[in-house]
């Protein structure tokens, strides 16, 4: 997990350099998944257009992930930024170049098992 979540670190620093910085970009591995990880985004380029943006994600992490780590990936979710969820989760956000690990949350109504969210400064 720990290659795979450096190359999410970097994939998100390139994102936010191209287009601007995140809220949140995390792995989220839902209670009773398959071992499935979802990537959950937030950003105001995101909501500007969500379909453009996907496709932007979806691009990065087809060309950056090997077989494998895409095979582990379920789905990327976008979380609007007026979510009032996400001050929720803001105080488990890591500070500066880094990752940070939770378990037995919930977030979002989901019981999550697992996640990882990755520093939103992480581009700076």
Known sequence: MNKLNQKMLKIEKYLASQKGEF??????LREGSPGKWDVLVSAGWIDANKQQALKIITEQLTTKLNKKELISLSRVVVISQDNEALSTINQFMPVGNQIAEIHDKTFFGLDIKQAFFISPSSNK
């Open 23 to 28: 809220k949140l970009f995390a792995l989220f």
